[in-house]
């Protein structure tokens, strides 16, 4: 117990004196997860002495002044998600977007691979000399093992939890103390403000209400639409259903809580919530969690890996679209070629929910956008759309005006099942273009 005591002292070094070892050229990158702050402060200071430092974040939360202009000579940024906070810079093409694969980005990507320098937050060592890499998970194990040199930023206040959630000492270089910063106010996993659902949502998480089956294994994806279902109470009236999820969002702390989710029905980790990351909007929910033996973080290589989801029966997977078209195709990435977002873990659970024995995945979205203006159920998406969930994995849609149901369905089934869903001010010409484009 000395012997480490004494590695992590001689390791402990100021977050100037980390970043001060970066030089021109090199590459580095953030953890999966919230960003270190005193480090990203550190090598944001550093802009006039560097020239060509390649950064990756993967889904930028933290705001250190290199998404905006004039900084692209000295950081050049690549993402891999396109949060509220990075739109402007991606819409410019002021940054490149890293493709991942079904799982993410895998570790034989260079942006993990071939890393100089890896910034990573964990907890305070325990008595055996292993850090927590708290409520989120990722892919920072793998990381570590590839970068060159790996500098941790100890948060005090990070949480621990079972599963593949620790780091010994020995794996890390050097260590910084955390910077704290009082909180904005509550923000949902892509940063943004959380205010109240409308009546939209609302509507949506009661057609969801009458989808969910006792003993369901749930998942549930980020977006505006689909992180309110459970604080709306859409799983509330069921038992025993189980949690297999890449996040986890807000309101399922509490459905384990409340005994809802007890995953008891489960095959695969009976009895235990198992993900990727935990949202860390309510402390009183994450001391629940804090070394809670139910919860298990894993990475997202094993968490999205469509076998295992498929492992256990019953998976109900919810995620949410930016738009979709009248075969089934859909988009949780960009309109046209301007991303919004990215992939997430869809597909994976799009694939891993219809291969589970009674499975469902489930896209759920407003009937429209920009105040009422424009329908999210379009004829065909708008050129340069990425597709997010092909049309031969579309199953089921929500919109507040009611479910459709496509899987198994031709094309002129679908068309008419998507057509009842839209928002009544584009039915009719929606009507009008679906048999100009699909009927002979």
């Known amino acids: 117990m000395a012997d480490w005591k004494e590695e992590y002292k001689r390791k402990l070094i100021t977050a100037e004196e980390a970043v001060s070892q970066i030089r021109s050229g090199d590459r580095v990158a953030f953890a999966y997860g919230r960003e270190p702050l005193a480090l990203g402060l ?65 570790s034989e990507h260079p942006v993990i691979k071939e890393v100089d320098f890896l910034f990573t937050e964990v907890s305070p060592p325990d008595q055996n000399g292993f ?13 570590i ?14 949480i621990r939890t079972c599963g593949d959630n620790s780091i010994h000492i020995s794996e890390i270089d050097a260590f910084v103390e955390h910077i704290y910063e009082e909180p904005a106010g509550k923000s949902d996993l892509l940063g943004r403000a959380i205010g109240q659902p409308s009546d939209i949502e609302k509507q949506i998480a009661h057609h969801v209400s009458t989808l969910v089956r006792d003993g369901d294994t749930l998942e549930i994806g980020v977006g505006s639409t689909s992180e309110w ?37 489960k095959k695969s980790h009976q009895g235990k919530a198992v993900s990727v990351v935990i949202g860390e909007w309510d402390r009183q929910e994450l001391e629940f969690v804090n070394d809670n033996p139910m919860f298990e973080l894993y990475d997202a290589d094993y968490v999205l890996d469509p076998r295992v989801i498929a492992s256990n029966d019953s998976v109900l997977a919810i995620n949410s679209a930016l738009a979709i078209d009248l075969t ?19 597909l ?25 203006n424009v329908s999210r159920i379009v004829p065909l998406l708008e050129q340069g759309t ?13 919109t507040e005006y009611g479910i459709a149901y496509l899987r198994h369905k031709s094309l002129k089934e679908r068309v008419w099942e998507l057509i009842s869903i839209a928002h009544p001010d584009f039915r009719d010409i929606l009507e009008s273009e679906a048999k100009r484009l699909y009927w002979p």
């Open 328 to 346: 089934g195709q859909s988009t949780a990435e960009s309109i046209g070629p301007t991303m919004l977002g990215g992939p997430g873990g869809q």
């Open 131 to 143: 850090c927590s890499f708290g409520a989120s998970v990722w892919g920072k194990r793998k990381a």
């Open 348 to 372: 994976a659970f799009a694939i891993g929910a219809q291969l589970s024995k009674g499975g469902r995945f489930v896209l759920v979205l407003p009937s429209t956008a920009n105040e009422g």
């Open 229 to 265: 279902l459970a604080p709306l109470g859409a799983f509330d009236d069921r038992v025993d259903l189980g949690w297999h999820s890449e996040v986890t969002p807000r309101g399922i702390v509490r459905l384990v809580r409340e005994g809802i989710i007890t995953g008891k029905r």
């Open 145 to 158: 093992k590839h970068a060159r040199k790996v500098i941790a930023e100890v948060n005090e206040e990070l």
């Open 42 to 106: 550190a090598l944001a200071s550093r802009k006039e002495h560097l020239m060509g430092v390649k950064i990756f974040v993967r889904n930028p939360y933290t705001d250190f002044g290199w998404y905006d202009p004039g900084w692209e000579d000295n950081f050049r940024v690549d993402i891999s998600y396109v949060t509220p906070l990075i739109r402007k810079k991606s819409a410019q093409r002021r940054c490149d977007f890293i493709i991942g694969g079904l799982t993410g980005i895998a």
């Open 386 to 398: 990425v597709v997010t969930i092909p049309r031969v994995l579309a199953d089921v849609v929500v």
